[in-house]
């Protein structure tokens, strides 16, 4: 899953692909910051909206979804992961956000899908007079097949993703760690050098008083 950078994030602010399209993105969220996103929709369209935090702090983020008079729609609070179905009630653009605000010095690294409209049927029925052969039948169910491998491929994907981010954090604690530890040894273990030699120096003062 290809990371975007700003520019090419910018460029794909503004979403609006045709009916049945899906618009799937993995981008860097800052650090108090807020990213918007937006999306022309037709009356009656069935949308959906899912998102996870793959990278990131406790791997949460607000998100918000309104409609094109600023309606919301969705509102959630500091979640990994979701999903949100819902049917446009009006002509416009929505708009849908995820903010990072509450965090003040951890990146968070979101992917989103956003699902509009329904995908077109692989054979059209306009214009048919008879029904789908077995041929015709066999591609249809390859092809929804096919789609729940994509689906299932993208969910592993991501899932490998927010797990190697934990390992390697979870490295990173260790290592922090174990050099601490290396450190507290050496200076313990260079205060009893100390000790144990204030010991025998004192000791050696004091027999060399009393032989006086």
Known sequence: ??????????????????PGGASE?????????????YEDIAQG????????????????????????DGKVLYKEMKKQYDSFT?????????KFCFSNEFSTFTHKTVYFD?????????FPSENRVSALTQMESACVSIHEAL?????????????????RSRAEDLNTRVAY?????????????????FLLKSFFSDKRTTTTRVGS
């Open 1 to 18: 899953m290809p990371r975007l950078g700003y520019a090419q994030l910018f460029a794909l602010l503004l979403l609006v692909p045709g």
């Open 25 to 37: 993105i993995t981008f860097e969220l800052p650090d108090n910051a807020k990213q918007c996103f």
């Open 45 to 68: 369209t069935k949308c959906t909206l899912e998102f996870q935090v793959i990278t990131g702090g406790h791997y949460d983020v607000d998100c918000r979804l309104e409609d094109p």
């Open 86 to 94: 819902f049917t446009a009630s009006k002509n416009g653009t929505y």
């Open 114 to 122: 956003f699902q509009v409209g329904e995908d077109p049927p692989l």
């Open 147 to 163: 789609k729940s491998v994509i689906d299932y491929q993208t969910h592993f994907r991501l899932r490998e993703a927010q797990g």
């Open 177 to 193: 760690w174990s050099v601490g530890e290396a450190l507290i040894l050496l200076v313990v273990s260079i205060g009893q050098v």
